[in-house]
């Protein structure tokens, strides 16, 4: 009977093995020196982590804003709430399907 197969055809099991080698070569096919411990993202994952970056960026901005501006106590609050949600959001990336 012997082991189980692991792909269900040969075209599936040269589509991995390209998987693979694309991860650790580049298009010339020079090897690539990717750390062990490199996070790799899909383009959406990245650009999603990019605009919660901004997010909080912008937060902080706000709040400077305010500050410049002599803003009450209670709007400072809020402002910073405001940041604190955005920075929890951005944080939350790596613990949520990336």
Do not use: F
């Amino acid at each position: 009977m012997g082991r189980r197969r692991q792909y269900c055809r040969q075209s599936c099991r040269q589509r991995a093995y390209e998987q693979r080698a694309s991860l650790t070569r580049g298009a010339a096919g020079a090897a690539l020196a990717l750390p062990a411990d490199a996070v790799v993202l899909s383009a959406d994952d990245a650009a999603d982590l990019s605009d919660r970056v901004y997010q909080v960026r912008c937060a902080a901005e706000d709040v400077v804003t305010a500050l410049d501006e002599g803003a009450r106590a209670s709007e400072l609050r809020e402002l910073c709430d405001v940041l604190i949600r955005a920075a929890r959001a951005a944080d939350g990336w790596r613990r949520v399907g990336v």
